[in-house]
């Protein structure tokens, strides 16, 4: 998530936005997937080497309800614990897209 979050803000800002609003999220992984036809326009290696998850569907306008979406997930199992983060972000998510 720190990723995504790190490389939302400029992206975001980015003039070389492409026309279909496609674009790339860097993921941490130690090996690539096993090339098939499954991962085809999912998961592609960028110019550096690293993996990035490839979203074709998602207007520029929703990427920060994505980013609210994909980290309640991802701390949402802590919820009692930490002052109930996980909800307050799903709940934005859900928010923006209202």
Known sequence: ?????????????DNNWTQD???AVPINQREPPQANKLHEGIVRTTS??????????LPKEDIYALAYLLSGAAVCY??????R?????????IRMLG
């Open 1 to 13: 998530m720190q990723n995504m979050q790190a490389f939302l803000d400029p992206a975001i800002e």
């Open 78 to 83: 802590m919820n009692a614990s930490d002052g």
């Open 48 to 57: 550096e080497g690293s993996l990035a998850l490839e979203l074709n569907w």
């Open 21 to 23: 609003g496609s674009f």
């Open 85 to 93: 983060k996980g909800e307050k972000f799903l709940k934005e998510g």
